[in-house]
């Protein structure tokens, strides 16, 4: 995908991972400390992360199309480079988010054995594992994000913004 209705598809694909990564790592926590959210909200955030993984490659893709359209700089490339690490952080939380799934499907069902439970979810050890690892899970996702974010508005805006308003010519008269 390159463009959208004229503007490059990047600058539009990027505010979905904006949004659903960060939903979706927040979700995380939740699930995983919280049962009353890991039963109702487990599937959703799956279905969300997987979603994200999906989604991620497509807004990098339309990422490095844009940069060979642009003017090369530092900040670009560094830009580039971070992008790159995007796809990681949503298959860490997408990974941590069927293990919290599975965990609630197991509790569920009543046909499993218990010495067939794979992710003990009855056992309050294994959900502060779980719950540790999905808030460090989260919060690198959050801020690998942030990282991106932030090189990617310096890529787009430094050395472009005047700290005294621009002068505005008035709209044409019809």
């Given at each position: 995908?390159?463009?959208?209705?004229?503007?490059p598809?990047?600058?539009?694909?990027v505010h979905a991972?904006v949004?659903l990564?960060?939903l979706?790592?927040?979700l995380?926590?939740?699930?995983?400390?919280w049962?009353?959210?890991?039963?109702?909200?487990?599937?959703?955030n799956?279905?969300?992360?997987?979603?994200?993984?999906a989604?991620?490659?497509v807004t990098?893709?339309a990422g490095?199309w844009?940069?060979?359209?642009v003017?090369?700089s530092?900040?670009?490339?560094d830009h580039t480079?971070?992008?790159?690490?995007?796809?990681?952080?949503?298959?860490?939380v997408a990974a941590t988010?069927?293990?919290?799934?599975?965990?609630?499907?197991?509790?569920?069902?009543?046909?499993?054995?218990l010495?067939?439970?794979?992710?003990?979810?009855g056992?309050?050890?294994v959900?502060?594992v779980?719950?540790?690892?999905?808030v460090?899970?989260a919060?690198?996702?959050?801020f690998?994000?942030?990282?991106i974010?932030?090189?990617g508005a310096?890529?787009?805006w430094q050395?472009?913004?005047?700290?005294t308003?621009?002068e505005?010519?008035?709209?044409p008269r019809?």
């Amino acid at each position: 995908m390159t463009t959208v209705n004229g503007l490059p598809a990047h600058v539009l694909l990027v505010h979905a991972i904006v949004v659903l990564l960060p939903l979706s790592a927040l979700l995380l926590v939740l699930t995983a400390a919280w049962p009353a959210a890991r039963r109702s909200l487990a599937g959703a955030n799956l279905v969300l992360a997987a979603a994200t993984v999906a989604l991620t490659p497509v807004t990098t893709d339309a990422g490095e199309w844009l940069e060979r359209r642009v003017p090369s700089s530092v900040v670009l490339r560094d830009h580039t480079e971070l992008g790159d690490t995007a796809v990681w952080a949503a298959l860490a939380v997408a990974a941590t988010a069927l293990a919290i799934w599975w965990r609630q499907r197991e509790a569920g069902d009543r046909r499993t054995l218990l010495s067939r439970r794979v992710l003990a979810p009855g056992s309050t050890a294994v959900t502060a594992v779980i719950t540790v690892v999905a808030v460090a899970v989260a919060g690198l996702a959050v801020f690998d994000i942030y990282r991106i974010g932030d090189s990617g508005a310096k890529a787009a805006w430094q050395g472009r913004i005047t700290s005294t308003p621009a002068e505005r010519q008035a709209p044409p008269r019809r």
